[in-house]
């Protein structure tokens, strides 16, 4: 009876020693190896007003004056850029945690900054 043999494709054996010889960590595609915190665009309007209003109270003296009007963050003018705004200070707030950025499902990380114009993420 042959014996059953088990073999990795090249590229899964590179990607596999790449993760070893990491420390077992695979670091974020930017540079700076930052994430940020945004709202899941699926999110409905009640979560959004719910993650806003929960970020925005557990800032200890930050406030989001940025999403206000008037502020650098406040257009567009709509729940999920606001929510993915507070959310993200939150998130920066308390060290970049994963389980700072769950919002009941309705949140995600993410490498890619959200930055845009006058408002810039943390």
Known sequence: MP?????????????????????????????????????KPSSSDSELAANIEYA??????????????GGPCFLPNTLLNHASVA?????????RNTWNCDYKGSALTTTTDPSYGPCQYA
């Open 3 to 39: 014996k059953a043999t088990f073999s990795l494709p090249i590229p899964q054996l590179v990607l596999l020693f790449l993760f070893f010889i990491s420390g077992g960590v695979l670091k974020p595609a930017n540079a700076q190896g930052k994430t940020w915190c945004v709202a």
């Open 56 to 69: 925005c109270n557990h800032i200890n003296g930050c406030g989001c004056d940025v999403i206000k009007e």
């Open 87 to 95: 959310m993200n200070l939150y998130y920066q707030f308390n060290g």
